[in-house]
C-alpha cells in the first residue's frame, strides 16, 4: 500500500494536485498549506545555518518546502556535479552550488512551471546562473545521461511519488559508481489509516504518500544503494495544520538518509 497511490486516485490526477499544490506556493509561499515553508522554519527545526540562508534571495528561500537538510549529510565537494530531483525553489540547490565551486555544477529538476521558474531567478540574483542549470521534468525519468552525477540530493519528495521504486531505480541510474545520495523525507512511525493515505491533500502535504522507515531502507537496498543509514530527524510537522488534521498523535517525521551506490 504504502508504495501505491492512494485508494481511487489515479497517477495523473495525482500529479496535477501536487502540481498545482506548489503552484500555489510558487505563487504566494505565504498562503495556506498543511507545511511549513521558509528560512526561518528551516533553520529552527532543520538546522540550517540562519546567517548562511540570510545570504541566499529570498525567492528561493521563502519557497523552501523541504523537511530535512540533505547539504548537511555529508559534505558537497568543489567540482561535483549534484542534481536535486525536484528543486522546487532552490534553496537546497544554491547552497550546493556554492559548495561545488566553479569547476562543479548543480542541477535542478522540477515538474511545476512556477517552482522552476522562481529557481532560475534566486540562481541569477545569487550570481550562480553560471553554474546552475534548471530542467523540466519528472524524477520518474529524469532528463539526464546515465551516471552523469557525483550527488543526488533530494527533500520533501520521495513522498509524493505513487512509484518509490521507479524514483529510486532513476537515481541510481543517473548516480556515477560511487556516487551519494542524500536525501530528506518524511517517515511514518505508525502506519497511517487508509483515510489518511487516500485524501490528496494530505499527499500533496508530503504525509499521504509517506513511508514507514523499513520500506524506505528496503527500497533503496533493493535498488542497489548500500550503506543505507538515516542520519538525522526533525520534527518537520510541529505545530502545522497537518498535524491537527490527521492526530495529535500523527507520529510523521522529517529524516535525513544517507546512501550510495557501489563503486
Ligand atoms: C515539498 S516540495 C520540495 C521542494 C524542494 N525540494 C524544497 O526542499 O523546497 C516538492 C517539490 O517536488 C516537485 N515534484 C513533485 N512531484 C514531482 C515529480 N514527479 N517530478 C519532479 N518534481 C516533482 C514539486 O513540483 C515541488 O516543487
Known amino acids: 500500500m ?32 498543511h507545511f511549513h515553508r521558509g528560512a526561518t522554519y528551516a533553520a529552527s527545526h532543520l538546522g540550517y545555518d540562519a546567517d548562511e540562508l540570510a545570504t541566499l534571495p529570498r525567492v528561493s528561500t521563502d519557497r523552501f518546502a523541504g523537511v530535512g537538510n540533505p547539504i548537511a549529510i555529508a559534505p558537497i565537494l568543489p567540482g561535483e556535479v ?37 529557481a532560475r531567478e534566486g540562481a541569477l540574483a545569487a550570481g550562480l546562473g553560471g553554474r546552475v542549470q534548471i530542467l523540466d521534468g519528472v524524477y520518474e525519468s529524469l532528463p539526464l545521461e546515465d551516471e552523469s ?71 533503496s537496498a533493493e535498488a542497489g544503494l548500500v550503506d543505507g543509514r538515516i542520519t538525522a530527524r526533525f520534527d518537520a510537522f510541529a505545530g502545522t495544520s497537518a498535524e491537527v488534521k490527521v492526530s495529535k498523535d500523527l507520529r510523521v517525521q522529517g529524516v535525513s538518509f544517507f546512501a550510495r551506490k557501489p563503486a
Open 82 to 118: 549534484v542534481l536535486d530531483h525536484a528543486c522546487g525553489a532552490g534553496m537546497d540547490l544554491l547552497l550546493a552550488a556554492r559548495r561545488v565551486g566553479p569547476e562543479g555544477r548543480a542541477i535542478g529538476v522540477d515538474m511545476t512551471p512556477g517552482m522552476r521558474a522562481k
Open 149 to 219: 552525477v557525483d550527488v543526488v540530493i533530494s527533500n520533501g519528495v520521495l513522498n509524493l511519488a505513487p512509484d518509490k521504486r521507479v524514483v529510486l531505480a532513476e537515481i541510481v541510474r543517473v548516480l556515477r559508481p560511487g556516487g551519494r545520495l542524500q536525501l530528506a523525507d518524511v517517515i511514518v512511525q505508525r502506519e497511517l489509516t487508509l483515510v489518511a493515505r487516500s485524501n490528496p491533500e494530505l499527499w500533496a502535504a508530503c504525509i499521504g504518500g509517506a513511508l514507514p522507515e523499513a520500506e524506505l531502507l528496503g527500497f
Open 2 to 33: 504504502a508504495a501505491c497511490a492512494p485508494t481511487g486516485f489515479d497517477v495523473h490526477t495525482l500529479r496535477d494536485r501536487v502540481r498545482e499544490t506548489y503552484d500555489r506556493v510558487a505563487l504566494d509561499p505565504s498562503g495556506d498549506f
